[in-house]
Nanobody, 115 residues
Framework: QVQLVESGGGLVQPGGSLRLSCVAS????????MGWYRQAPGSQRELVAT???????YYADSVKGRFTISVGNRGNTVLLQMNSLKPEDTAVYYC?????????WGQGTQVTVSS
């Protein structure tokens, strides 16, 4: 079982930045892969970005060049730096961890981009 706790969401104006943090109960080296998903009202949950224990990253086309996913120094924190935010980035952002034992989710953190 992997516990995930997100933080860092909030209200920001278009063009602004936010950094989301996800603290896991173990390190990514034990988990294998971690990432961020988001779900806007009335929409399905969608992949935003992932990172593996070997530092391979993947980004959705909609966030490429604006968002950066990284692992913190201790290996148990995954960060999502979000720049040049747009209103369409508004959603609940969920941290995800996946390994052979299953898929785990955090409770979600709200990101609202609005003037």
């Amino acid at each position: 079982q992997v516990q995930l706790v997100e933080s860092g969401g909030g209200l920001v104006q278009p063009g602004g930045s936010l950094r989301l943090s996800c603290v896991a109960s173990t390190t990514i080296f034990s988990i294998g892969s971690m990432g961020w998903y988001r779900q806007a009202p009335g929409s399905q949950r969608e992949l935003v970005a992932t990172i593996t224990r070997s530092s391979f990253t993947y980004y959705a086309d909609s966030v490429k060049g604006r968002f950066t996913i990284s692992v913190g120094n201790r290996g148990n924190t995954v960060l999502l730096q979000m720049n040049s935010l747009k209103p369409e980035d508004t959603a609940v952002y969920y941290c995800n961890a996946a390994n052979g034992g299953g898929t785990y989710w955090g409770q979600g953190t709200q990101v609202t981009v609005s003037s």
